[in-house]
């Protein structure tokens, strides 16, 4: 049996995230990134030897950037990096990019970081504390361990417009969104390679893969005019096959699956939709899944669930109009 949590795992959220890396470690990213099924299309280009251009980044939905070695132009990088979140394009900022080998330019000048820092430090085994579990990027996530070596930026700081997620457990930032720019950002202040190809890196029975997949799947997308709701049909028996459509929202957009334990009034808190009602209880109100939607504004889930979400109240929120749909529960 699946567990809702193996829902997200396996549902195609439909779009083409970029690795931007000036590193040697790049493949277990890349790996890590298409093993979790979130993502059309993972692609990689070694920012050490090359500056994408903001046209090669448009292609992309969301950018990860992190460093170990220095980037080609870091200034020329960090500029079109900003062009591109001022073209809602979504970047995900990790170690070293944001401390001791950095981008600069205006991505670093201008307010676009939402961790800052410039130094570096490692050999001190740290562990997460998660500030707030219902935000789309730590969904799914129970903790990290940075590994023996737990590579991070010692003088972290979160940005004066990034919402605080984790921090280390030696109180120092760990993970940070931000939505006031056109384009969404996230701050990660760990080194993205895991344990799989280098034992001191952060452990791979933790979640560091979910981190990185979460928080490149919030930095995409942005709202737009379109204000109808979408219908969700759910059917099935649960214990088991479950059948989950969603029907007319945006073409071509993107739908965000929430549940509560309960029905209710709570409030999306975070991202493009941040403040938008829906009928679920607030205490439970989780994000499940963002869904990339047909050319028709439909999508079609077909998962086999386990005792744990049955009974669960369950409504879809279009991310382009943020308007609720129709209240539904998992049979």
């Given at each position: 049996m699946l567990s809702i949590l193996s829902l997200i795992a396996t549902a195609s959220a439909g779009s083409n995230v970029l690795v931007c890396y000036s590193s040697g470690y790049e493949s277990d990213v890349y790996t890590k990134l298409h093993?979790?099924?979130?993502?059309?299309?993972?692609?990689?280009?070694?920012?050490?030897?090359?500056?994408?251009?903001?046209?090669?980044?448009?292609?992309?939905?969301?950018?990860l950037v992190y460093s170990d070695s220095g980037f080609s132009n870091p200034s020329g990088l960090g500029n079109n990096l900003a062009d591109y979140v001022d073209s809602a394009g979504g970047v995900v900022e990790a170690v070293f990019a944001n401390g001791s080998v950095p981008l600069s330019g205006r991505f670093e000048s201008g307010g676009y970081e939402p961790i800052t820092g410039s130094l570096q430090s490692s050999g001190t085994v740290l562990t997460s504390v998660i500030l707030d579990p219902g935000h789309d990027v730590m969904n799914g996530v129970v903790g990290l361990n940075g590994g023996t070596s737990s590579y991070i930026t010692s003088n972290a700081l979160f940005s004066a417009t990034a919402a605080p997620l984790a921090n280390w457990n030696t109180g120092l930032p760990l993970v940070g969104a931000d939505d006031s720019h056109a384009g969404r950002t996230v701050g990660l202040n760990f080194y993205p390679p895991s344990s799989t190809i280098r034992s001191d890196f952060w452990k791979t029975a933790t979640d560091g893969e979910w981190i990185l997949a979460n928080a490149l799947d919030w930095a995409i997308g942005a709202p737009s005019a379109f204000t109808a709701p979408a219908t969700l049909n759910v059917s099935g028996v649960c214990p088991g096959a479950v059948t989950i459509e969603i029907i007319g929202g945006t073409p071509d957009g993107?739908?965000?699956?929430?549940?509560?334990?309960?029905?209710?009034?709570?409030?999306?808190?975070?991202?493009?939709?941040?403040?938008?009602?829906?009928?679920?209880?607030?205490?439970?109100?989780?994000?499940?899944?963002?869904?990339?939607?047909?050319?028709?504004?439909?999508?079609?889930?077909?998962?086999?669930?386990?005792?744990?979400?049955?009974?669960?109240?369950?409504?879809?929120?279009?991310?382009?109009?943020?308007?609720?749909?129709?209240?539904?529960?998992?049979?």
């Amino acid at each position: 049996m699946l567990s809702i949590l193996s829902l997200i795992a396996t549902a195609s959220a439909g779009s083409n995230v970029l690795v931007c890396y000036s590193s040697g470690y790049e493949s277990d990213v890349y790996t890590k990134l298409h093993d979790t099924k979130m993502f059309t299309n993972v692609a990689e280009t070694n920012c050490g030897s090359t500056t994408p251009t903001v046209a090669d980044l448009l292609v992309h939905d969301a950018v990860l950037v992190y460093s170990d070695s220095g980037f080609s132009n870091p200034s020329g990088l960090g500029n079109n990096l900003a062009d591109y979140v001022d073209s809602a394009g979504g970047v995900v900022e990790a170690v070293f990019a944001n401390g001791s080998v950095p981008l600069s330019g205006r991505f670093e000048s201008g307010g676009y970081e939402p961790i800052t820092g410039s130094l570096q430090s490692s050999g001190t085994v740290l562990t997460s504390v998660i500030l707030d579990p219902g935000h789309d990027v730590m969904n799914g996530v129970v903790g990290l361990n940075g590994g023996t070596s737990s590579y991070i930026t010692s003088n972290a700081l979160f940005s004066a417009t990034a919402a605080p997620l984790a921090n280390w457990n030696t109180g120092l930032p760990l993970v940070g969104a931000d939505d006031s720019h056109a384009g969404r950002t996230v701050g990660l202040n760990f080194y993205p390679p895991s344990s799989t190809i280098r034992s001191d890196f952060w452990k791979t029975a933790t979640d560091g893969e979910w981190i990185l997949a979460n928080a490149l799947d919030w930095a995409i997308g942005a709202p737009s005019a379109f204000t109808a709701p979408a219908t969700l049909n759910v059917s099935g028996v649960c214990p088991g096959a479950v059948t989950i459509e969603i029907i007319g929202g945006t073409p071509d957009g993107t739908a965000s699956i929430y549940t509560g334990a309960t029905s209710g009034s709570g409030t999306v808190k975070y991202g493009v939709c941040g403040g938008s009602a829906t009928d679920l209880d607030a205490g439970t109100l989780r994000l499940r899944k963002s869904i990339q939607l047909d050319a028709s504004g439909y999508a079609i889930l077909v998962p086999t669930l386990g005792a744990a979400p049955c009974g669960m109240s369950i409504q879809v929120v279009d991310r382009e109009s943020c308007t609720a749909g129709n209240l539904a529960v998992i049979p």
